[in-house]
């Protein structure tokens, strides 16, 4: 039987709860996963150019086990940045984040929306590695993820919102993202898919993402602002 954490309190707006068990939650994210912390995000804009989102277990000691989207049009394409590393699992492919990429396939379709979802395990569940065989020196080195992500999740209470993104120290800012979504049951209106502009600037080395949303936003808006930093150091 598996096993769900389900809610009990409200942390960083993310439903969690008691370990029980019960039927599936959201989508599939906690398919074959004995004890899983479902946790689904907003509905996200899909605008021309694409969109990423980054959706992360909200419990320090869990990483991602397993993730699933919904989209509201059957061209919007759903993938999420993997790490490279052997065996492919928890640990090794996933960490505590991940970032996931959507856009339309179709063009001049205008924009769509999709909604991640993540099942989060404790860290003792998944990531081991083994020695299948000899390795073969190759050239070059293994990556070290130089690039982390700084992400700041606002809820839109104000017709204008501005919204500031720091690299930590040790790094500099190199590259940024936005998503404006709705954090509701049902995808977004075709008023509310264009009722939230971010307009996204780098001002004395941090992101600072000006909001605006119109009335048709409604009050379950939100943005997201990403800083994409490289270590110095």
């Given amino acids: 039987m598996r096993r769900r954490l389900t809610l009990v309190a409200s942390v960083g707006g993310l439903a969690l709860a ?3 068990a019960g039927p599936a939650f959201g989508a599939d994210e906690c398919d074959g996963l004995r004890v899983c912390l479902p946790v689904a995000g907003p509905w ?3 605008p021309a150019g694409g969109v990423d989102y980054e959706l992360a277990c909200p419990l320090a000691g869990y990483i991602i086990g ?8 059957r061209d919007v394409d759903v993938a999420f940045r993997g790490e490279p590393g052997s065996p492919v699992g928890p640990g090794v492919t996933t960490r505590r984040s991940a970032v996931f990429h959507a856009e339309r396939a179709r063009v001049g379709g205008g924009a769509s ?3 991640p979802f ?4 404790p860290t003792s569940g998944g990531g081991g590695r083994a020695l299948t065989g000899l390795a073969t020196p190759t050239a070059g080195i293994k990556p070290t993820q130089p690039l982390r992500s700084i992400v700041v999740n606002a809820r839109l209470q104000t017709p204008s919102k501005t919204v500031r993104v720091v690299c930590p120290a040790g790094s500099r800012l190199v590259g940024s993202t936005s998503a404006a979504a709705f954090r509701q049951t049902v995808q977004p209106s075709d008023t509310q898919l264009g009722s939230v502009s ?4 780098v001002v004395d080395g941090a992101v600072v993402a000006r909001v605006t949303a119109t009335d048709a936003a409604g009050p ?3 943005v997201q602002v990403r800083a994409i930093c490289a270590r110095t150091r």
Avoid: H, T
């Avoid at 971010?198 to 600037?201: L, M, N």
């Fill in 18 to 20: 008691a370990l029980v």
């Fill in 44 to 46: 996200v804009v899909v």
């Fill in 66 to 73: 397993g993730v699933d989207a919904r989209v509201a049009a």
């Fill in 113 to 115: 929306s999709f909604q």
């Fill in 220 to 222: 379950r808006a939100e």
């Fill in 198 to 201: 971010v307009r996204r600037f």
């Fill in 118 to 121: 993540i099942g989060c395990i």
